[in-house]
């Protein structure tokens, strides 16, 4: 008889302590991946535009506030991306450990309903000004969803990373 049939309590802790890991390891990387790839495109892309103005403006006391800027928008970002991560791990450690559904795909289509799921809170819940919640302003159906293919695309890589760092907690481990 195999330890799990012999003891069906902790086999079920050995699952909830799979499934917790795993929305730990969404719930850190993935907000750090996303800010350090939003904060590493706006520098790739800003760079250039950033030093024509810099140039042609004299304004090299901007040069200080723009690391600054630059800083607080990946802060920001960490924040915003938060409660999709968390989300995201939640479907994939589900799907992982219960459905043994641990494929690549999986942490992308996770974090593409993740990312979903925040676009549709901001649809029906308009924060104030004065608010500390990071919601998008979406009006429409169109642009929910042109939002939620934007921030699909923009949540493969962290997926993928959170998925390769998840990986020793939702591969299959068949009794001996």
Not at 32 to 46: P, Q
Not at 110 to 135: C, N
Not at 147 to 153: D, E, G, H, R, Y
Request: hydrophobic share 70%; net charge positive.
């Amino acid at each position: 008889m195999s330890a799990a049939h012999s003891n069906p309590v902790a086999a079920l802790f050995r699952r909830l302590s799979r499934v917790a890991g795993i929305v730990v390891i969404f719930s850190i990387v993935g907000p750090l991946t996303t800010a350090a790839l939003v904060a590493v495109t706006v520098t790739a892309l800003g760079a250039a535009v950033l030093q024509m103005f810099l140039v042609f403006l004299e304004l090299e006391a901007l040069r200080a506030l723009v690391s600054i800027a630059i800083v607080l928008l990946a802060i920001v970002t960490v924040l915003a991306a938060f409660l999709p991560a968390v989300v995201a791990g939640l479907i994939f450690a589900l799907a992982a450990v219960y459905a043994d559904l641990n494929m690549i795909w999986m942490a992308w289509l996770a974090a593409a309903l993740g990312a979903a799921g925040f676009v549709m809170v901001g649809m029906f819940v308009v924060a104030s000004e004065t608010s500390a919640v990071i919601v998008p302003s979406v009006r429409s159906a169109p642009e929910a969803l042109k939002l939620s293919a934007m921030f699909a695309v923009v949540a493969v890589i962290p997926a993928s990373l959170c998925w390769w760092l998840a990986k020793p907690l939702h591969r299959v481990i068949l009794p001996a």
